[in-house]
């Protein structure tokens, strides 16, 4: 059964850094493309976030582009959501996603069928 589990995240102050963690059991082999997403109170859910796991540059939304990285343990079971320079407009509730098909730039929520249960991320000012 595949499962994807975040930990991580938590509250800082504006300028701060938080890490997100999603780590991969089941068939892990078979995922090709991951993806962050967030949702702030009051709107959509968002992708801030795309990677092809086989290669390829990783898309981010402006919003978080230079702020924010990923990056994968040697076993490639889990992925880290690097935030750094936190700003209050960045408080959501955090997802990672995982898809068995290539990606690149934007892609949609609903091509993910496995997701991690959630995370809140706060920043105070």
């Known amino acids: 059964q595949v499962q994807l589990v975040e930990s991580g995240g938590g509250s800082v102050q504006a300028g701060g850094s938080l890490i997100v963690s999603c780590a991969l059991s089941?068939?892990?082999?078979?995922?090709?493309?991951a993806a962050w997403f967030r949702q702030i109170p009051g709107k959509e859910r968002e992708g801030i976030a795309t990677?092809?796991?086989?290669?390829?540059?990783?898309y981010w939304h402006d919003a978080v582009k230079g702020r924010f990285t990923i990056s994968e343990d040697t076993a490639g079971n889990t992925m880290y959501l690097h935030m750094n320079d936190l700003k209050p407009e960045d408080t959501a509730m955090y997802y990672c996603?995982?898809?068995?098909?290539?990606?690149?730039?934007?892609?949609?929520?609903?091509?993910?069928?496995?997701w991690g249960q959630g995370t809140q991320v706060s920043v105070s000012s």
């Open positions: 089941g068939a892990t082999y078979s995922f090709i493309c």
């Open positions: 990677v092809n796991l086989r290669g390829g540059s990783t």
């Open positions: 996603a995982a898809g068995t098909f290539a990606c690149s730039g934007v892609v949609p929520e609903d091509r993910f069928y496995h």
